[in-house]
């Protein structure tokens, strides 16, 4: 099992920046892809952000330009550095990450808890 903990969400005026983090542990042999996501009330989960094992990166066009993700495999942490915020941004956001575990060593997406960003003024 691969457990996945966000932080850094909180309250920002629009305009402003947020860092969110999700660290993730585990029995991990590797991990692949990992991704950040978004659900505000009402509406489905979207993808905002992707970045592959090999750092190649993919953003919704809503982010674009303002969204930044990263990932430091030694710390098997992926970010999500958030600039210019918007008051539709404001959204739970879930990370994700495709991960393969000892002793079955299958690939399985696992998906944290969440943490809470509100862009208000």
């Known amino acids: 099992q691969v457990q996945l903990v966000e932080s850094g969400g909180g309250l920002v005026q629009p305009g402003g920046s947020l860092t969110l983090s999700c660290v993730a542990s585990?029995?991990?042999?590797?991990?692949?892809?990992m991704g950040w996501y978004r659900q505000a009330p009402g509406n489905e989960r979207d993808l905002v952000a992707r970045?592959?094992?090999?750092?190649?990166?993919t953003y919704a066009d809503s982010v674009k330009g303002r969204f930044t993700i990263s990932r430091d495999n030694a710390k098997k942490t992926v970010y999500l550095q958030m600039n210019s915020l918007k008051p539709e941004d404001t959204a739970v956001y879930y990370c994700?990450?495709?991960?393969?575990?000892?002793?079955?060593?299958?690939?399985?997406?696992?998906w944290g808890q969440g943490t809470q960003v509100t862009v208000s003024s």
């Open positions: 994700n990450a495709a991960a393969v575990t000892s002793p079955r060593y299958l690939r399985v997406v696992y």
């Open positions: 585990g029995n991990i042999v590797s991990i692949g892809d």
């Open positions: 970045i592959t094992g090999g750092g190649s990166t």
